[in-house]
């Protein structure tokens, strides 16, 4: 299973941004998505995840009101909507995809990792 994280770039504090995490192919009859990132000298942290029900989602508390993650089954991708975004925002954003429909902050818990995209954010 590949994964393609796309659609950073820079961006002003305020302004919004679309990630779109799509994969090469969904091998299990269910599966999760998660997009975690990993801010300069940091470690890497959960930003958000989605069940293979829609509507079980989950948000990083630094991130939730402010992004929106979301499927779109047609394209076989989930995007991460995020808006209002801030300097602290700046980050490699990476997708991860897991067997089984219960999505999960924890990375270890991702069976494939893509690359990560750059999003930069200046105040």
């Known amino acids: 299973v590949q994964l393609q994280a796309s659609g950073g770039g820079s961006a002003q504090a305020g302004a919004s941004l679309r990630l779109s995490c799509a994969t090469s192919s969904r091998p299990w009859s269910s599966y999760a998505i998660a997009w975690f990132r990993q801010p300069p000298g940091k470690d890497r942290e959960f930003v958000a995840s989605?069940?293979?029900?829609?509507?079980?989602?989950d948000y990083a508390e630094s991130v939730a009101g402010r992004f929106t993650l979301s499927r779109d089954i047609a394209g076989n991708r989930e995007l991460l909507q995020m808006d209002s975004l801030r300097p602290e925002d700046t980050a490699v954003y990476f997708c991860a995809i897991k067997r089984g429909s219960r999505h999960s902050p924890l990375m270890g818990d991702y069976d494939y990792w893509g690359e990560g995209t750059l999003v930069t954010v200046s105040s």
């Open positions: 989605i069940g293979f029900t829609e509507h079980n989602k």
